[in-house]
């Protein structure tokens, strides 16, 4: 389950589509930052621990810098940070061969936004056949899933998206930013402290958005008025009348965290470490895949406590998760089909077609597509 | 149903409201386009429905950009004037054209040929403003290209060598030393000192001066304006005099110093704001209440302003706390900053809009008048100022709320206001203030439309007997 330890949201801002929520630390943090990390923009091919590559376009990286006693990793108006490896072109070379998208440099890892939970999308949820069944095609036995891809949508495409984060008043201890479109959650972003926010807000224009955002962005082009109601008539003196405004401001924060984001929170969650980064873990996570709800992937920083210090989100498109869930349901379910059929309600000439519509029917071999679509004939 | 009159009053004050703010030009909410087409559709409604006050809104303080849209308009309509109406209008706009600061004043004419108006009143208008200049050689050598184009359209002989300066060739000698030394200046960089600056900085391009040599030399010749202009790039060769700076260019000014730098010279640039403030509130007092007095000054984000408009809402509110500071007794008068700085001096654009929170506090401390300086866009939380509002009037019997607001608003077509029981009064100067505070009274509705009739009547007569120049409420 996601929480957002350590997190209040403050009221939202709204301008063209987009309600954008801020956040603000409880506490403030000082040992761990986050710095926009030194990589250029551009495609890279990305080469996986098992062998696999994937090619994606990367729009910048993040740095992680912790410090494993506690000590804050800051004085007041200073960074120490390490020496800043700005210009060398270090860890590839050539054609942008990254060998890995999280890597341990002398001080800190640099990792790329987004890519943790989208390489989890592409494959944490294939987990490959352990039996050879007849009906698995052989190209799928000999090179396993194969060519696989997801899109999303820069946000320097969403209409009005530049304009409403240029205008956006960042507050005082903001770390985080939530993007709402036709309120639907459409991503959430939130780093360690208010200083990393304010170098980091605008990158929130160069990531990943799910098609949905880009659709409500220009369907719903003037959010509904969802002003905090305050209730001050009540209010006999001046005392009394800042304990109402103090009132709007928890209700507020209570009500993202119960009405705006129950598509985020509150959901169970698959995980999968990613980095132990000193006490801290770095995973990467996906919400339950319930096909009737709006799914997220995403990666996150928690500390032991559980405070949230790093969250970034990706809404998935309805087409996306669907396939993810298929990919799932089928791996375990040990890809026997007829298993699978029963597992999920169905039989196996449907749970074919649903693989066929899924784009994998690559999967299978000839003999059995034509056998299920055959008897879908006869019924 | 609202009745005419109640139309023709609200519809009047929100074209104030507009012609007190806005100019055109990129706001943080807003574009430069925005801007214009918004209030480019006020100005033609309400010339279209009531000519009358349009013309006479010329004596009413609205910002030159507007007063010279004002001029253009009237113009350009002049056969729509009714008859008995015509000589007001036609001394309304002789008194607001002469009142124009040079630049918008010989701009404004080279657009009359652009935009081919041209009628008898026109050119009378034209050689008024010709006739009246106190030096018209030195213009014709700063603004060489837009007299020449007024010279022409209104078909005008100018006096002594101006026509061989504007039309000829210069081949030979003038005997004008100015207009001499311009010609001169085309070859040799000495006589480059002798003109305008803005005159002299092309030519001195134009013969290769380095920008250092070019700036310590020409800087006995510079306006007190210029001077700001060139106070960052000069490294200290141009002086700066702020006795003879306006208040809130003043303000501009402070606030593009480096914080460093405006905490170490702390004394001396609180000593010219105070100065500056004093001199603005001997030529016209602010029309206050007695009682405490509490500012509530918008430092978001926002107040930033845009790259055309950089920190002038902030500025703003930098020069209204001067003024109320000078205008009051101390103990009397408390600054709100929405995020309170060590000292009004180091005031910075940051964060969320937190008002309703301000208004509290400026309540806790005993205000009876507060003045909100702020763009009405409040986000933290949004819309509880209203209802904030609302209670404080109740619980704080006689209290007094003005909200002037520095930025229009182009999509509302008027000055945003934080309530609607309070609406918003546009100011674009802190010169202006007294001016707006003795409009707020209007803005807020309390008045009727003859009321205002018999202000803006009576604003004309001042306005014309003083020949024009600004007049204060």
Known sequence: ?379 | MPSADTVAREDLTLFLNAAYACTGQREFYHTAEDQRVSVQFLHAYILGNYRRLYARTLAAGVNDFNAAEIILNLLRTGRQTPPDFRAEENALLTAALRRLPPQRGWKLLSRLRQERVNNRRTRALLRAYIAGQRDLTFQAVKYRRHVRAAALHAHLTLPGELPAFLFGQHSRAFLTPLLETFRQARYSGQAVYDLPFTVAQGLAAKHGIPQAVFLSRIEPRLTERERLRLQGQSEGRVELRPERLSLSALCLYVLSLPLHERQARQEELNGWLSRAAGALLARAPLPLPPGPVASLLDNSASAAGSREKRRRPLALALAADALLRAARPEGSYQAFWTRPPPEALLVQARGQTNLSERLLDALDWGARMVLVVSDGVENDPPGAFHPALVAARRLVPGLEVVHVNPVFDAEMLTVRALSPLLPAVGLRSAEDLPTALGFARFAAGQASLTELENYLAGRVQTFLLTGGRRAEA
Not at chain 1, 64 to 77: E, K, N
Not at chain 1, 187 to 193: D, E, H, K, L
Request: net charge positive; with cysteine.
């Open chain 1, 1 to 379: 389950m996601l929480r957002l330890e350590g997190l209040t949201p403050a009221p939202a801002q709204v301008r063209g589509a987009f309600r954008l929520v801020p956040l603000l630390r409880t506490r403030p943090c000082d040992d761990v930052r986050l710095s926009p990390g030194v990589m250029a923009a551009g495609v890279k091919v990305v080469a996986l621990p098992d062998q696999a590559h994937y090619v994606a376009f990367v729009p910048h990286a993040l740095r992680l810098d912790w410090s494993s006693s506690g000590a804050p990793l800051m004085a007041l108006g200073t960074q120490l940070a390490g020496p800043q490896h700005s210009s060398s072109p270090q860890p590839w070379r050539g054609l942008e061969l990254v060998d890995r998208m999280r890597k341990r440099e002398s001080a800190g890892l640099r990792f790329l936004p987004l890519h943790l939970a989208l390489e989890g999308l592409l494959a944490l949820h294939f987990a490959p056949p352990r039996v050879a069944w007849k009906e698995l095609s052989h190209d799928f036995l000999r090179a396993g899933l194969g060519f696989r891809a997801e899109s999303g949508v820069p946000g320097s495409l969403l209409p009005g998206f530049e304009d409403a984060l240029n205008t956006f008043e960042v507050h005082e201890g903001q770390v985080g930013l939530l993007v709402f479109t036709g309120d639907q959650l459409a991503s959430a972003f939130v780093v360690p402290s208010a200083q990393d926010y304010r170098r980091l807000h605008r990158t929130v224009l160069e990531d990943l958005y799910g098609e949905l955002v880009l659709r409500y962005a220009v369907l719903y082009p003037e959010p509904p008025p969802l002003e905090a109601a305050p209730r001050f008539e009540a209010a006999r003196t001046l005392p009394e009348l800042r304990a109402a405004l103090m009132g709007v401001r928890r209700e507020w924060a209570s009500f993202v965290e119960g009405a705006m984001l129950t598509d985020l929170l509150r959901r169970p969650l698959l995980t999968e470490p990613v980095y132990q980064a000193g006490p801290l873990r770095l995973e990467r996570f996906v919400t339950d895949l319930d096909p009737r709800q709006i799914n997220h992937v995403g990666e996150r920083l928690t500390r032991p406590d559980g405070e949230l210090l790093y969250l970034k989100t990706f809404q998935l498109s309805a087409a996306q998760t669907r396939r993810a869930y298929l990919l799932h349901q089928l791996a375990g379910y040990g890809w026997h089909l007829a298993d699978a059929a029963e597992g999920l309600g169905t039989t196996v000439p449907d749970l074919v077609a649903r693989i066929e519509k899924a784009g994998f029917g690559y999967l299978l071999t000839q003999a059995v597509r034509e056998t299920a679509a055959k008897a879908r004939r006869l019924r």
